[in-house]
């Protein structure tokens, strides 16, 4: 009766394959054109072997467990996290993606994407641990010295020591501005650094020896504000093999994610080396910003496949009712709840939105790996246009979903959802934090406006547009897809005018007032092609399975009839001149 | 940081005195004629005091501490909960509402809710104890014989002695037709009750002596299904003061409301006499549906009231970035987060249905009382059917704004709101299982569209739909109340539309498939009148406090031009011809 895991592989496979033609995306990058779809799908295999079979298992009991500080400061984790991460380092997992130069695979991201995922819905708390690693390697590699590269980079790729980000402060969290810890220059080049930090994921814990904090400091003499920040290496084992002088000072208890380690942290004249140039670390952490927001857009998706495959198989299982009409088993004193309506219901608005979701994810993925690796500087920049524009999109659409589709499974379980032992309500838990760090959705939403539409133009939201109606011509030639590509082509042109509408008010604050607007609409209009490109392709290739394919055309079909109209509100405010957002009295 | 409550009572005068003028309908009813405002006000200040000062204190530590089952197999409550329970009754609040030929103060049902709501506000877990008194009483005392009422009925009214539903068992949760406890009469007139039943709230405890479960059970060769189901008293203790042969098993571990005892019963051959006729178990149980479910809607109620004066709280303390446009601070180094785009959108979204909430959920306990207490019977059946209508929107709509209240507040409090000792997490943790008990939010929906619009051909909401156009008639007369006014009658305009909808769809399929869209348009509409009928009573004695009433105007305001727009997207799919709602495929 309590969780369990099939790992999507099928639908990953045909995201890769089928809709998104990653293969033609690999062959165009020296970097990947040696990797096929099987090859690809064979370490996804694996993946979901690992995730499955080790993590899963771990979830609950961690849960129930929780870290803990030590009568020596020192903090551990659950029992089996240690074995299972040693396993994770051997199988060469921490590595899949990193650079060759540095001891990694070299695989695309998009793939470690597809892996994240997995790992997240088995165990999001135990995934919290290696997920840093991939930002502190990309920000290390890009701005750190070449003496740190060589004395921290190899390990952190192998996954032999592990990584965390050491930003908030207690006063300082949303607005990094307002953060006090110093670093004082050395003689010998490297920084003291003081002050303390709250809500560092990963600051302290037994799954390796060493953890490099990547630290937001100001040197003596710095500017206030976010220009005055640098980014400081500080290690918990020098190199020498001793102690550095930081802390952990105590675990947050949490509503969830309970056997993630949440530290305070104390930095008391810590050791450490500067990374980047002085003034310049927000630029430096900015480098990991698209690929670590979209590691939590992940969790959210698979916060949201578990929820949808439980809720599913608990629907079909669980009779309760009779549902009006011909009935399907006249013997059985009530029907399957998959039957009735509102289950019906609430089943495909979170299969349709978990599917389109895994399709942006992976196209966002593909946009990075396209970035990096295309020989034309055209298309890197292109698409590292596109994967800035997605990402507070899927940071926030997807987290919501993760919380949103939790509580929905909750729902389809009832009163033992709200149990301990099915492990809905854990979800739930675990998932609603993905709404609030790494930028909460109110900061993406923000960051969407601000810098992603009106920051270009909206130059990199209409050459999206070109794509999506490329999608939506493909569309219009079939009768079968013909809602789709009306649907689609809808969705675009509203885009389009929302987008002008926003570029035409000079008022910040008026822009501001919409930015959750911005976000729901161009949600939508994600969704829109998603439901349409998925429905295409299991059109084009349904030989496979035709059964599933045309399961799969009636989810899309579903989001497109039922789902897609709930964008018109969004784009109707933003295009009305007479809305007013009433300042908030204190006292009511 | 942590919670705090400061009761609403300057709004419940206002809703009572203002919105509703309830006085005028208690000098209606001879049962009430001699309450005035201020002493019902009077009243409602003593309940805050309790609430706020003996219940919500041990809110965190009964959610900490929870439950627990001792070697005698006895159930205990968290530190505290007994000591505050034996106050509860000494100073008489069980009684408050309950028929004074019982021992009860006969006081308004419209006052009890108020109170309801203050009690769930700060501490939902301890209030589930004493929640199902009212409503075992009156199933007692409409359907027990004289002699059952005459042994259990003082005692429950005083809160001597408490009560427990105990209906739902593994197989039969929602659909209580397949429930399968049995009951066998004895030569003595008693029952022998055999059988198991699980999410018992208040199944065994230590508030009490005694523990009245009223059980659904089977007797003898009854019918399959509901009509084969009849209800049992089945006391703790019996009448000679011994033990009666039923068990607390077990308690269940769950996502929240750790303090309240949810208990697995077993029936082992326990003594217990039917209420009511056999085989007429549901109908019994049904006496109380309104007023049951009307709780479970208060409950909503308190934790979106919680969520919204905490969330408001912290964001007018809580300093984070600046805002565009003129500094109200200029030394500061941020601005208040209340004063950011989307932090007021989430506390005037909160506020707004809060406030309208508290007029509903007011208005439906009004037309209970007057209902039950109105010398004329066309009255009574007219405010009956107002209160049979109204109840499955406010127990879904209300307890979905308590879910999502809480979650709203939490995202207001960030990081914060997520560490155990802020108590927002509690909250959002407490208020998910009000969506689920007492008929999920689903089921509600069912009875919306089955019983409540198309079992009366659509009566009970075209006589509502006259009263909110006579109140939007009112609004158009004041220039300042013209959008009320508007969005008001537009509401009705749709909602009438909708109903005619309905009622012209011969397959059931259909409407059940449109339940949740009616569910949620009329939610919108009986948010549109409360804000009109608020607006309007602000504006007419704004002398007692302009200020108030003008910010209250403005946050009525914000809920027509921000939230109901919301509306449309369900009256478009109500009145849709084609839109169709796929079978959900077991395999993805």
Known sequence: MAWTYEAPLRHMRFVLGQVLDAPAAWAACPAHAELDLDTACAVLEQGARFAAGRLQPLNASGDLGGCRLDEGGQVR?????????????EAGWPALAAEPRWGGQGLPLVLDACLREMLDACNHAWNMYPDLLHGAVETLAAHGSEELRQRYL??????????????TEPQAGSDLGLLRTRAEPQADGSLRVRGSKIFISGGDHDLSDNIVHLVLCRLPDA???????????????????????????SLEHKMGLRASATCAMRYEGATGWLIGEPGR??????????????????QGLGHAEMAAQNALRHACERRQLRVPGPRANADAEADPIARHPAMRHALLALQAQVEAGRVMAARAALALDLAAH?????????????????TPLLKAGLTRLGFEGASAALQVFGGYGYVREYGIEQSVRDARIAMIYEGTNEIQAIDLVQRKLLGDGGAALRALLREFRAEAQECSGQPRLLAFARALQESCEQAEAALDALLARDDPRAV???AQDAMDGLWWLLCAWAFAASARAALREPAEDPLWAEALLARMRYGVDWLLPR??????????????????QAAR
Chains 1, 2 share one sequence.
């Open 567 to 584: 964008a018109a509100l969004h784009w109707q405010r933003i295009r009305s001149q007479d809305l007013v957002l009433p300042e908030v």
């Open 154 to 167: 190899p390990r952190l790729v192998s996954g032999e020591w592990l990584a965390a980000m050491a930003l």
């Open 281 to 298: 670390g927000l630029a430096a952490m900015f480098v990991m910003m698209n690929s670590a927001r979209l590691h939590v857009a992940l």
């Open 223 to 249: 500017a206030p504000g976010t220009r005055g920040l640098s980014l400081a290496l500080v290690p918990k084992l020098l190199p020498d093999g001793s102690r550095n002088a930081m802390h952990c000072d």
């Open 77 to 89: 984790t659950p029992e089996g996290f240690g074995r299972a991460y040693r396993e994770f380092v």
């Open 374 to 390: 295309h020989p034309d500087p055209a298309v890197r920049a292109a698409r590292q246009a596109e994967a800035a524009l997605l």
């Open 512 to 514: 501001l007032a919409l």
